[in-house]
């Protein structure tokens, strides 16, 4: 009986050796720098989920000094805060019974098509093809409205001196300028008639301003549309 006790109890031994080799086996060893770079795949997976605008992630990596982690169960990921938001942390989680977790601060910038300046323009300066070239920008950089296509702002004049390598905005000017002759449409009715005027401000994309008809000499609303050209607002 003694003996087949014995039996027992090295095959109960080498069960349980088994066992605790196979869990030690399915656990996983991460260093800082890997797991950063699995932070940053998630991320950048999440955002191609979401369909987002074009990215540039910016991840502060894990400092070397915490050491290595170990995880027997698949890593956990999650954001702080909703992925439209610049400033954010990823949350790494392991779920294991002597579970850890770690935070990773990235920064998430929208990368946009901008019309950049090739040379230095000073202010009232006419807006020519050769100033202007394209190239993307971090929208965080940009203040104003985006010049979306650079032939819509030729002829254009410039209310301020401008840098090279400056993005372009609706902002630095005037598409219709102050005393400039305007090309004034009038639509109503699917009726298009056409008429000559004189602006009495500055205007950009959008504004609506003052403009003198040269026929019947009355100052009429108009909306700025193109460059030396309004639209009579109903």
Same mark, same amino acid.
């Given at each position: 009986?003694?003996?087949?006790?014995?039996?027992?109890?090295?095959?109960?031994?080498?069960?349980?050796?088994?066992?605790?080799?196979?869990?030690?086996?399915?656990?996983? =060893?991460?260093?800082?720098?890997?797991?950063?770079?699995?932070?940053?795949?998630?991320?950048?997976?999440?955002?191609?989920?979401?369909?987002?605008?074009?990215?540039?992630?910016?991840?502060?990596? %894990?400092?070397?000094?915490?050491?290595?982690?170990?995880?027997?169960?698949? %890593?956990?990921?999650?954001?702080?805060?909703?992925?439209?938001?610049?400033?954010?942390?990823?949350?790494?989680?392991?779920?294991?019974?002597? +579970?850890?977790?770690?935070? =990773?601060?990235?920064?998430?910038?929208?990368?946009?098509?901008?019309?950049?300046?090739?040379?230095?323009?000073?202010?009232?300066?006419?807006?020519?093809?050769?100033?202007?070239?394209?190239?993307?920008?971090?929208?965080?950089?940009?203040?104003?409205? %985006?010049?979306?296509?650079?032939?819509?702002?030729?002829?254009?004049?410039?209310?301020?001196?401008?840098?090279?390598?400056?993005?372009?905005?609706?902002?630095?000017?005037? %598409?219709?300028?102050?005393?400039?002759? =305007?090309?004034?449409?009038?639509?109503?009715?699917?009726?298009?008639?056409?008429?000559?005027?004189?602006?009495?401000?500055? +205007?950009?994309?959008?504004?609506?301003?003052?403009?003198?008809?040269?026929?019947?000499?009355?100052?009429?609303?108009?909306?700025?549309?193109?460059?030396?050209?309004?639209?009579?607002?109903?």
């Amino acid at each position: 009986m003694k003996k087949y006790e014995n039996l027992f109890k090295q095959a109960l031994s080498s069960l349980l050796l088994i066992a605790f080799s196979s869990a030690a086996m399915q656990e996983l =060893v991460y260093t800082p720098a890997e797991l950063t770079d699995a932070a940053e795949q998630w991320l950048t997976q999440q955002i191609a989920a979401e369909d987002a605008a074009a990215t540039q992630i910016n991840v502060n990596p %894990l400092d070397n000094r915490i050491g290595s982690k170990s995880c027997a169960q698949p %890593l956990e990921f999650s954001l702080s805060q909703p992925l439209t938001q610049r400033q954010n942390t990823i949350q790494i989680r392991c779920a294991a019974q002597s +579970g850890w977790q770690l935070y =990773v601060p990235v920064r998430i910038d929208e990368i946009v098509e901008a019309i950049i300046l090739q040379q230095n323009i000073a202010s009232g300066s006419l807006i020519t093809a050769d100033m202007l070239t394209t190239a993307q920008r971090e929208r965080r950089f940009i203040r104003g409205s %985006l010049v979306e296509n650079a032939a819509s702002v030729i002829g254009a004049r410039t209310k301020r001196a401008l840098s090279m390598g400056q993005i372009l905005t609706l902002q630095d000017l005037c %598409l219709v300028c102050k005393g400039d002759v =305007v090309t004034i449409s009038v639509s109503d009715n699917g009726l298009s008639v056409a008429a000559t005027g004189v602006a009495q401000s500055d +205007g950009s994309l959008g504004d609506t301003i003052s403009v003198m008809n040269q026929q019947s000499k009355r100052a009429i609303s108009a909306e700025v549309i193109a460059v030396n050209h309004v639209r009579v607002k109903f």
